[in-house]
């Protein structure tokens, strides 16, 4: 079975960037507009990995990686926040919350590859 990870980003754009930097890579991408629907798809469906915005308008991504390590199957699950944000402290705040890593946008498909194989290798 194909490793799975999960794409939140409120940017149709973003979302179909990371899908089409890891087609064909043997992974299987789903995304999410925000966090709502992917607290959803994540109590239906266990992923490998999450790859996560910072900024969205429902809840940031740093409250919604604090949920997500709340919850036992993702205690333990790598996250990666993907954002415009490059400020020092909001790294802090990210890796205080659980976030396993962080890329800035623009990034490249080569980018995004090398962090999901190496998380999920």
Do not use: H
């Amino acid at each position: 079975m194909d490793k799975a990870f999960l794409v939140v980003d409120d940017s149709a754009a973003i979302r179909q960037l990371v899908t089409l930097a890891v087609k064909g890579s043997g992974y299987d991408v789903v995304t999410a507009s925000g966090p709502k629907e992917a607290l959803s798809l994540l109590s239906s469906r266990k992923f490998d990995l999450v790859i996560t915005d910072l900024n969205m308008p429902e809840t940031d991504g740093i409250e919604f990686i604090r949920m997500l390590r709340g919850m036992t199957d993702y205690k333990f699950t790598p996250i990666i926040m993907l954002t415009t944000e490059v400020q020092d402290a909001k790294k802090r705040e990210g890796r205080a919350a659980g976030a396993s890593g962080w890329i800035v946008k623009p990034f490249s498909a080569e980018q995004i590859l090398d962090v999901v194989r190496r998380f999920l290798a």
